[in-house]
């Protein structure tokens, strides 16, 4: 089993190979993300604005404002803590210094839990339903304090059998992967 560094390396080139297939899946992935109970009876969500080679988010952003979500983007904080605030539209958004639009950091907007988080990663298990992120632990970190719900969208080139990565005493299952083929994983 490589490490997870190696597995990252490795990972990141396959996803940016699969860039269009994930983009194909995106929509397909959101309609199955739609129907599901937890995303109807999400009064807030928790999302990412997602990068190139992810699962497009900007169309779930967009359907969670329609349906009178109120949707929260994380902040990364100092010691890789991060925070969730409201999104306060695209053109708002500042480059954080990974690269990635989020909100400005207002203390008073900090949202502690969104009814439904739905998390990013590189790779997912679909036996053990753990995921493996950039590197930072940020997400980590949150999920240790996070009781709400959690659900991943998972395009082919992130569905992975069993984990290729090992699976630390930290890491947190995610409760619901959706897959591009529609089938849902808990």
């Not at 190139?52 to 949707?71: G, L, R």
Request: charged content about 20%; proline content about 10%; cysteine-free.
């Amino acid at each position: 089993m490589a490490t997870k560094a190696e597995f990252r390396t490795r990972q990141l080139k396959r996803l940016q190979e699969a860039a269009d297939e994930t983009q194909a899946a995106s929509e397909t992935l959101m309609a199955t993300l739609i129907k599901t109970t937890v995303w109807q009876q999400a009064k807030s969500i928790g999302i990412t604005v997602s990068g190139p080679f992810e699962v497009a988010t900007a169309p779930i952003i967009a359907a969670a404002h329609a349906a009178d979500k109120a949707v929260f983007l994380p902040r990364v904080m100092p010691k890789r803590q991060m925070v969730f605030l409201p999104d306060p539209g695209r053109e708002q958004l500042v480059t954080s210094a990974f690269g990635i639009p989020e909100p400005a950091y207002q203390a008073d907007l900090v949202e502690p839990a969104p009814d439904l988080l739905i998390v990013p990663g590189i790779g997912f298990s679909l036996a053990d339903r753990y995921r493996i992120g950039f590197g930072g632990g940020y997400y980590d970190r949150f999920l240790a304090e996070y009781s709400g719900h959690t659900l991943t969208l998972v395009p082919p080139v992130m569905a992975f059998p069993q984990p290729d990565w090992p699976i630390e005493p930290f890491d947190v299952p995610i409760e619901t992967l959706i897959l591009a083929n529609g089938d849902i994983v808990r």
